[in-house]
């Protein structure tokens, strides 16, 4: 999960938040979501879009997918380079350099909330999966105990530039180009004492309410007759 300062990122600044703390909670978490959502991996070619410093990346190749990361921060991909051994390019979401159809599964964590285009960028995603693949997008959502408790800092920069979509919202957006699953996980608001601890409990007890989950992962399955092209 992005949680971005009110100054911009500095890529190894950023990198190192995974690393503590609260940061290093959420990532785990939302880390296993996602591989528990993509099943097996192994020889699927798979793309991960707006892969920042590459840590998405890095977990979904040790489960044995054919990576290409891409992004349009260099100095994200700087870092990416050093634990990636796939594919990585610099370029934008909304003009991916692969052919339609090109790959397995298209991954896409936490891209649309800082995206100037999300329909372009989900069309994009959508075109270069092939008929029966599969398009995950992580998503933050507003509404759970972790947006609530900050339902401030989120009217600040550079919150104030964010899109955060709802679980509805985030399904809605989608919808055009398929059927569309959610997967939501990481239900407690913050940093707390003793959160690796109780994490798990916290996590149990939101399970039936996965609308209240801070982290959303939408599965897309396009449906190449009625998926709008650009």
Known sequence: MTDPQDTPLDARAYD??????????????????LRDVLGD???????DVGCGTGRFTADLEEAGAHLVAIDRDEAMLELARQRVGGTIVHG??????LADDAVDVTVAMTLLEFADAAEDIVSELVRVTRPGGRVAIGALNPRSPWGLARHRELRRPPWTAACLRTPPEL???????????????LYAPGAMPGLRRIGPLIERIGQPFPDLGAFQIALLDPVPETSPRR
């Not at 190192?16 to 979501?33: K, L, V």
């Not at 991996?41 to 793309?47: A, M, T, Y």
């Not at 934008?92 to 350099?97: I, M, N, Q, S, V």
């Open 92 to 97: 934008d979401a909304t003009a991916l350099p």
């Open 16 to 33: 190192t938040w995974f690393e503590h703390g609260w940061g290093a909670y959420a990532f785990e978490i939302e880390r296993a979501t």
């Open 171 to 185: 399904r809605a957006l989608l919808a055009a180009y398929g059927p569309v699953s959610t997967r939501a996980a």
């Open 41 to 47: 991996l192994d020889g699927l070619r798979v793309i």
